[in-house]
């Protein structure tokens, strides 16, 4: 229940962190450095990252390779493999 306000560039961000979560049937693609690429919200574009896992998978680090503005805590971070969702879980910070 906090509203932050400032310009547009206090509000990019390179990283957060998701947890809760979840991957869909990842195959051999799932390492604790996992290459992808992610939405980070409805209709934007997938975005290049570097995701760090911890807690058995259950909690990633997300560093975007190119600041973005909207990382938002309580929206959905969803995972991709090319053009194949491959995961998802609930932006912390």
Same mark, same amino acid.
């Given at each position: 229940?906090? $509203? ?11 990283? #957060?962190? %998701? ?8 195959? @051999? ?6 290459? #992808?690429? %992610?939405?980070?919200?409805? @209709?934007?574009? %997938? ?14 680090? %997300? ?10 805590? @309580?929206?959905?971070? $969803? ?9 998802? @879980?609930?932006?912390? $910070?």
């Amino acid at each position: 229940n906090r $509203v932050f306000l400032g310009t547009r560039e206090e509000l990019m961000r390179d990283h #957060c962190i %998701v947890e809760n979560v979840h991957f869909i049937n990842p195959g @051999g693609i799932l390492t604790n450095n996992l290459q #992808c690429g %992610v939405k980070l919200r409805y @209709g934007s574009e %997938v975005h290049e990252v570097d995701v760090t896992l911890f807690d058995d998978a259950k909690i990633a680090e %997300v560093k975007l390779h190119e600041p973005y503005f909207g990382v938002t805590p @309580g929206q959905a971070a $969803v995972f991709y493999h090319g053009s194949r969702v491959i995961g998802g @879980g609930w932006i912390k $910070v």
